[in-house]
């Protein structure tokens, strides 16, 4: 397998990478590899696994970029962190990546330690930045790994510690010291202002190299918030003539925004493309683990449409002559491939379908290629079956930890594994040093009056909808009940509603009330579990703790639909899921948080010792009321 180094050379006509990430739950990682699978119909130049913070995703990363590099047949690159992370953890994964013939590996420093009490060993510090780690593989395996770094366009932002200052041309002597030890290529943190971009590679062409590869990293829009939401953790800028593209009133209906950031990221896209001269030769996309607006952009894309175009040997002409792209089994000539690929279609939870897309209007239609018939072009995309649903599209809505756990993409938008989301001096300013149940109390209090913008499980703050059940919210507080995430319910409310509403116009919005707490597990023994078992099938829950316990008076794989809505000429759309795969996943996350919450404060000391102890002590619970035409009957179960 070459390199990406090797690729790039040989590489004559624009391309395309792809970043995914482990997912959380195993069906997901079944789907994932379907997914991957299907989108080497893109003809990737190559495709990178990232690397959970402090070496969290590890095991599935090494397990991800393996399976990928073994099946696929195309080049793997591992991300790879070295602060924070143990350098017996490094040793480990490049001695297993050269085992699965993974020739490309993307060093990255990670997040810095977390505050005053490590907690790591003597050997984290043999690594203090991500030149450390490019001389260390240098080093240890000369030329056996192809090796790539990360760049900033708007420049690197430490947080509060740089006063949310950027300065790409301060970063540049610490990128050229990676070039100069030995780096390959170079991927640059995800952006929206393509004037940002053409500066910044104008001056890496000039005072770095004129000749290493630069391939610009970005993300496709798939909701308004997850945009925010990704702009604000990776500090880059959003232009305003293309924020204006997406006024108040379509920024819930996710099928709208898609749209437009369909044409959006094309016109990005062609742009780079256009004013490089054929310096910059691929995009990669940050993708997510989605596959629909990829395969839209690189449709619609007067650049990337060629990749179609031109890949004439998975072509098959239909009678019209139409081009469509069908199962490569149906043209693989490898037989080990094609035995592998029927394998992958019965171990996993989905179903392919042909969607076409349509080069002019983002819709069905075809598209006009220059000299040839009219033709058309298909790409394959995913749709969900099962007890969600004949055709549950798990990825039209997304919804982060509250979507469908079988999804490639449930879960955070990162995949980077659980931490803060802010740096340790703004931790310390947010949260201060609490020592007490009582501490906790006015933190989560003071978050659901919006008096403070975070909470370490929670920074995107409260949706309108929390207004509707402050007072309740804040009670069970007073009473020790810690809350993450809740809805009020909802009996047929207009799509267009301004506290409930989201998706096209002309649809009605359902939820059934939720909530999701830490509670002391005394206080669940004694008080909860009494008031929820006596209302029977009403009220359903999830529990668990630090240990792995699991408890539920569901059955077994349960899951239960939330939020719905119901839309002209449209199957019913189901947007927040509360199931058992997912809660386990969360479980696990949620509690992991008050770890590394905990890392903030040295050992014995009393705030390390009372975080421990929540860790400890703790139940995480999520509870259903199914009867949504009874808007406070969760809230008076819960008070009375």
């Not at 810095?112 to 490019?134: I, K, Q, T």
Request: proline share 5%; with cysteine; charged share 25%.
């Amino acid at each position: 397998m070459s390199t990406i180094k090797d690729r790039y050379e040989m590489a004559s006509s624009p391309f395309i990478s792809l970043e995914f990430f482990p997912p959380k739950t195993e069906p997901g990682k079944r789907n994932l590899l379907a997914r991957m699978e299907r989108m080497t119909a893109l003809n990737p130049l190559f495709i990178t696994v990232t690397w959970g913070a402090g070496g969290s995703t590890a095991d599935k990363t090494l397990e991800l970029a393996s399976l990928a590099q073994r099946e696929l047949n195309v080049p793997v690159c591992m991300h790879l962190t070295c602060t924070n992370t143990n350098k017996l953890v490094i040793d480990e994964a490049l001695k297993k990546a050269k085992e699965a013939d993974i020739r490309n590996i993307l060093a990255l420093r990670g997040d810095p330690p977390v505050g005053e009490d490590w907690g790591f060993d003597e050997g984290c510090s043999e690594f203090s930045h991500a030149v450390d780690l490019v001389r260390y593989i240098k080093n240890q395996y000369q030329d056996e790994f192809c090796i790539g770094v990360a760049a900033y366009p708007e420049g690197h932002c430490e947080g509060e510690a740089d006063n949310g200052l950027q300065d790409p041309k301060r970063d540049l002597p610490f990128l050229k010291e990676k070039i100069d030890a030995g780096a390959d290529f170079v991927i640059t943190q995800l952006f929206y202002d393509v004037e940002k971009f053409l500066d910044f590679e104008q001056v890496f062409r000039t005072e770095i190299s004129s000749d290493i590869p630069i391939f610009p990293g970005i993300m496709p829009i798939n909701s308004f918030q997850l945009f925010n939401r990704a702009t604000k953790l990776s500090h880059a800028s959003i232009p305003a003539k293309i924020l204006d593209r997406f006024p108040p009133q379509i920024q819930s209906d996710d099928n709208e925004v898609k749209s437009i950031g369909v044409q959006v990221l094309t016109e990005i896209v062609d742009e780079i493309f256009a004013r490089t001269n054929g310096r910059i030769k691929g995009i990669h996309f940050y993708t997510l683990n989605l596959e629909r607006a990829i395969a839209q952009i690189v449709t619609n894309s007067s650049a990337l449409s060629k990749i179609l175009e031109e890949d004439n040997e998975d072509e098959v002409l239909d009678g019209d002559g139409d081009v469509v792209l069908e199962d490569l089994e149906m043209m693989e000539s490898d037989e080990n491939l094609k035995k592998r690929r029927r394998q992958s279609s019965r171990s996993s939870d989905i179903t392919s379908n042909q969607v076409l897309i349509d080069h002019d209007r983002n819709l069905a239609g075809r598209r006009q290629i220059s000299g040839a018939p009219s033709r058309k072009v298909l790409v394959s995309i995913s749709k969900g079956a099962g007890t969600l649903g004949k055709d549950a599209t798990w990825d039209e809505f997304t919804n982060g930890r509250f979507g469908d756990s079988r999804s490639p993409a449930y879960g955070e938008i990162d995949g980077y594994g659980p931490s803060l989301k802010v740096s340790t001096a703004r931790a310390y300013q947010l949260w201060g040093r609490p020592d007490s149940l009582f501490d906790l109390q006015n933190l989560f209090i003071k978050y659901l009056e919006g008096s403070l913008p975070a909470l370490p499980w929670s920074d995107l703050g409260l949706s309108p909808e929390s207004a509707l059940i402050q007072e309740e919210l804040i009670q069970l507080n007073e009473r020790g009940f810690l809350s993450l995430a809740s809805q009020p319910a909802a009996n047929s409310c207009p799509s267009t509603d301004k506290i409930f509403g989201w998706g096209p116009r002309g649809g009605y919005i359902y939820q059934k009330a939720f909530i999701e707490l830490f509670v002391h597990k005394q206080q669940w023994e004694m008080i909860l579990k009494l008031k929820i078992d006596k209302m029977g099938s009403k009220v359903s829950y999830y529990l668990g703790d630090s240990a792995g316990a699991f408890q539920s008076n569901l059955e077994p794989n349960s899951s239960s639909v939330v939020t719905w809505g119901v839309f002209p000429n449209s199957e019913i759309l189901q947007t927040t899921i509360i199931e058992e795969e997912s809660f386990k996943a969360w479980r696990d996350e949620a509690f992991s948080i008050w770890l590394e919450w905990s890392k903030l404060f040295a050992r014995n000391t009393a705030s390390h010792t009372f975080l421990k102890q929540m860790h400890r002590d703790y139940y995480l619970i999520s509870i259903v009321h199914h009867d949504f035409g009874d808007g406070d009957a969760l809230w008076d179960l819960l008070l009375s």
